[in-house]
């Protein structure tokens, strides 16, 4: 008899590097189950010292009130390391949550690569 074994799902978000900028690209919901995950992520990128760490949020079309302590996280030890943090290209739902926190006006968040390279 075989048996099915269960194994959380571990994102491998990928990492694009353009000159000093590191981009994270995030696919899938970020709620409670994939938080941490998230964050750690996104910690162990800071961990490479890029100038700039932009996360694409592109491809994420929800996220709860974890996801966006996560990013309140990893805010607060960019700026700790000197490093830019920019939010790119948040679907409407997710820059609703930034807006109904007043976060937008504490993240910079852009509608483009360029602009977030900039």
């Not at 961990?47 to 309140?72: H, T």
């Not at 805010?75 to 820059?95: G, M, N, P, Y």
Request: glycine share 2%; net charge positive.
């Amino acid at each position: 008899m075989s048996r099915k074994r269960k194994t959380p799902s571990s994102p491998q978000w990928p990492v694009r590097w353009v000159d000093k900028a590191a981009i994270v690209d995030v696919s899938g919901d970020i709620d409670l189950n994939r938080s941490l995950d998230f964050q750690q992520r996104l910690l162990s990128v800071l961990d490479e010292r890029p100038e700039r760490l932009v996360v694409n949020l592109a491809d994420v079309s929800y996220m709860d009130s974890s996801g966006v302590a996560s990013l309140v996280k990893v805010l607060s030890r960019a700026r700790k390391s000197k490093t830019q943090f920019r939010l790119l290209s948040l679907q409407e739902r997710v820059r609703s949550v930034f807006e109904i926190t007043r976060l937008d006006t504490v993240f910079e968040i852009h509608d483009t690569q360029e602009e977030a390279l900039a």
